[in-house]
């Protein structure tokens, strides 16, 4: 198990999904903690706003306090910081689904089909990977759940957590190596440390 241990955080958009809808339970004290050490300034979060066009407003429970999306917008104004996806953060996007991605020879199941890297999954990662270079934010960690269950309309989506497993053919492409040294983890504190 992998703790954070940085205090900038890129939330893919399914964090703040799972959040919102309170699943898994077993992380919501953590996620919980991340935004309340946000809003009074110990911890940054970004987030591409590709989030609010994958975001279903049927997700939401009659249990919560957001009701719409427009309720996120301002609940969480001052808390995430949003980036827009720009042309160098689509471009880096298109490049990383050039590849398709599989486990090694030896790891890999009889039959196992190639995975693709899907559109909304590779403008997250080119996002969160220019705060870290274009802003300097060096520490900043992906969060994540994304462990390649889902299916999109082109194949299976690889998994953003073991993406590092299903690229190890890849060589000589600077973005895919990025994303190798980015650390994707899912948001989860080590609770016997502070920050």
Not at 3 to 18: A, E, G, P, Q
Request: proline residues 4%.
């Amino acid at each position: 198990m992998i703790f954070s241990k940085s205090s900038n955080h890129f939330w893919d958009s399914c964090v703040l999904i799972r959040y919102l809808t309170q699943n898994p339970p077993e992380l919501l004290g953590d996620m919980a903690k991340i935004l309340d050490e946000a809003k009074v300034g110990k911890r940054k979060i970004w987030i591409s706003t590709i989030l609010f066009a994958e975001f279903r407003p049927n997700l939401l429970s009659t249990n919560t306090r957001i009701n719409s999306i427009s309720d996120l917008v301002t609940e969480m104004e001052g808390v995430l910081i949003p980036v827009a996806p720009n042309m160098d953060i689509t471009l880096r996007a298109g490049r990383m689904r050039r590849h398709s991605f599989y486990k090694p020879d030896g790891e890999r199941q009889h039959n196992e089909k190639k995975r693709v890297l899907s559109v909304p999954d590779a403008i997250q990662l080119a996002t969160c990977l220019f705060v870290k270079e274009a802003l300097g934010i060096n520490d900043i960690e992906f969060h994540t759940f994304d462990d390649g269950r889902g299916s999109n309309y082109e194949e299976k989506a690889v998994s953003l957590l073991r993406l590092a497993d299903y690229a190890k053919h890849i060589d000589a492409c600077a973005d895919i190596e990025a994303v190798r040294n980015l650390i994707r983890i899912r948001p989860q504190l080590d609770n016997s440390s502070f920050i």
